[in-house]
């Protein structure tokens, strides 16, 4: 007969963000430790609110199921002596199954015998199977700081305060954070905190909203987009619902009600984002815009208290918001009565990287790849715009406003220096030179942005790889795959500019500032095979096959190939394999076995008379495709260049067919060698197509 179960943990206020994972992280758990016991279920669910962590399974069976196994031991020969009597091998191996050495059994696997165990692993109850599930389920979520509280040697991400568990109607014993568990829950600790009976698993759900509480994420999610879109119909207004905010939100509160605050309108005078940055970082509050985009006065709280109280919440939450925007309106007045430039003195006493100095030495290394960049364009007012934003686009780091608000750096600094009188381009680039941030993020929108961007990201990538603290396996505690996905990005809208000729440039600016010993060609190696890495990962998340990009990247050797080359040789791979499948295939299979056969050794110095005319054939194919490639890779067409490239299918497979490669005779030998080299050679910086999966 199956059975219902209800776990519910219920904690203090968990941190919102972390729960999520958590939450999933406790079902992947339960699942992998109901299997493990051979405990048949048909439905499993978790949810979470920011006070309990719960777990519903459905069609639980009573019992375990039983496990029957068979293991084999050691050759009859080695498990007894000649006279029969079990050896150390027998004995040891007995004792390893739980068995007696009189139950080990012998048996015919081929032309050997062996002895073997079978053993049984009971079937158990359910509950038993429960009791000590769930305890070690919950010390096994991981969560990013954990804390003890009490006399208990219990650690979980907040102090746990009560543990339900039922098994239908019945409580099942455990023991967790030394809290019994019991049948007993918790309202919405604001609104209905008394504690209440749960009978049975059926009706808890709809117990909790009679307390204010809604389990279900989705739900609450629901409540508050609907409760939005109500308010936005009735002002006239869109409210701004990040994702990440919005999630976060979702997991502060147990039963959501969306209220509408206002602050005053004089704040307004000062720049939106500190105003949007208080309200979504700091308050979790959304701010409202109207039909043109313009910041309005009112904002929106979600609110986890009484909704018959609203007036008294919105009222605190106000005052909240004036604080922090009177603060911010001080800091931003402050601030601007320097110009940008006077604070560039206090970068010196801000730390970059320990092993690369401080903030101000990084600045004066992204002047220097600036100007040695900006070079390749031709264009002064370039120059001059990329060098001055390049100077003050750290200045803001130091100014009171950034330090309170620490995701508007760059932005601040736009402001100021549009403030003091510098040009539009110069602010705009300061401004955007953090981007993009994260993946999916718009990049710079002026050249003079994307350049100064660059710089930043490739002083951040050079220096680390420089201190030999480049990243590894899942670890990159400076966001250095972040930054080098950032500049291949912008690189593939600036074409002007090499990959290779920015990574000499970052290079350049710190063997100039002499502040890390550095091999110059080692470390470009070390970087350009970093690079090939990056850019394979972005190719395959586009959607191109594994083996084209690795057949495209293992073609390059030395050579540092630019991100809009390589995506584009990779793409065109893809689809020459795709229009014409077949013939990509043998092509691939004779490459590899040209490959394989080839003695570079040997060179490609041909002697045409020994020719048979299928190699004749092969040899004039090779020549007229030769010249034509050159022209097509020079002009960036690599569709026509793959195209070309399989025309080579039937000559090398006709090649194969009729002749013996390894003749006896070993001037035909070698020259069969030598036309395979220069087969292979054609390949040479196009692509490795040893490395495309065939058949």
Known sequence: MSKQVLFELGCEELPALDLIKATK???ELI????????????ELKVDSTPRRIVAQIQGLEDT????????????????????????????????????????LERAFEGEKEYVFANTKLPARDAADILSELFPKAVSDISWPRSQKWGSTSATFARPIRWVLALLDKDVVGMEIADLHSSNISYGNRLIAPEAFEVVSPENYEELLEEHFVVLSFDRRAQLIKEQVADLEKREGLVADLPEHTFNEVVNLVEWPT????????EFLAIPHEIITDAMLEHQRYFPLYDTEENLSNKFIVTSNGNPKFESTIVEGNERVVRARLSDAAFFFEEDFKLALEDYLPKLNKLAFHEKLGTVLGKV???????????A?????????????????????????????????????????????????EVAQAISEHYRPRFAGDVLPQNRAGKLVALADKLDTVVGIFAAHQGPTGSSDPFAVRRSAIGIINILTELPELSLEEALKAGINAYVKQDIIEINPTELLDELADFFTTRMSVMAKDNGINTDSIHAVSNALGSTILDPLDFFARAHAL????????????????????AKNLSDPSLGVKLNTELFSPVEQKLYNSLGELEGKLASLIKEKD??????????????????????????????????????LNAFTQVFEGIADFSELNTK
């Open 25 to 27: 992280q406790f079902e």
């Open 31 to 42: 699942v992998a430790a109901l299997k493990d016991q051979r405990l048949h279920y048909s």
């Open 64 to 103: 375990s199921e039983e496990l029957a196994q068979r293991f084999r031991g050691p050759q009859v020969q080695a498990a007894f002596d000649a006279s029969g009597n079990p050896t150390k091998a027998a004995l040891g191996f007995a004792r390893g199954k739980g068995v007696e050495v009189s139950e």
């Open 258 to 265: 969306v209220m509408l605050a206002h602050f005053d309108k």
């Open 364 to 374: 004066e290394r992204m002047q220097d790849i600036v100007s040695e960049l900006s």
């Open 376 to 424: 390749v364009f031709n264009d002064e007012k370039l120059s001059q715009d990329a060098s001055r934003a390049a100077k003050l686009a750290k200045a803001d780091l130091v100014t009171s406003a950034v330090v309170e608000f620490t995701s508007l750096q760059g932005i601040m600094g736009g402001y100021y220096a549009k403030i003091h009188g510098e040009n539009d």
């Open 574 to 593: 893809d689809s020459a394999r795709l229009s014409d499948e077949a013939s990509f295939e043998n092509l691939a299979q004779a490459y590899t076995r």
């Open 638 to 675: 690599y569709k026509s260049a793959f195209a070309e490239l399989a025309k080579l299918k039937d000559p090398i497979d006709n090649f194969f067919t009729e002749v013996l490669v390894m003749d006896e005779n070993q001037e035909l030998r070698e020259n069969h060698l030598r036309l």
